[in-house]
């Protein structure tokens, strides 16, 4: 059975950093490509970055580049996403999600919070 469980999630000043992790388990880890996403209340979800399965090639939206980083660890079956800078519009539910290269995202976490205070 296929798990993903995200933390580290929480309130945080503007300007502040975050790092998110995503414990993936019941999947090999270099064989899926992996994404970190978002939502806000009232939002469509956005694809914030995405990393394939051979860690070769991440792609990062523009509307946090420069500021997140996507990474993982193979041998820890775990992504990262590493927020800098952030601000209040970054206030949203971040989710990662797993995707069996060439398909949709069919495996998804529960989800953690982040607030971002003006």
Do not use: H
Request: with cysteine.
């Amino acid at each position: 059975q296929v798990q993903l469980v995200e933390s580290g999630g929480g309130l945080v000043q503007a300007g502040g950093s975050l790092r998110l992790s995503c414990a993936a388990s019941g999947l090999t880890f270099s064989s899926y490509t992996m994404g970190w996403f978002r939502q806000a209340p009232g939002k469509e979800r956005e694809t914030l970055a995405t990393i394939i399965w051979s860690g070769r090639n991440t792609y990062t939206a523009d509307s946090v580049k420069g500021r997140f980083t996507i990474s993982r660890d193979t041998a820890k079956n775990t992504m990262y996403l590493q927020m800098n800078s952030l601000k209040p519009e970054d206030t949203a539910v971040y989710y990662c999600a797993a995707a069996t290269p060439g398909k949709r995202y069919e495996y998804w976490g529960q989800g953690t919070q982040v607030t971002v205070s003006s």
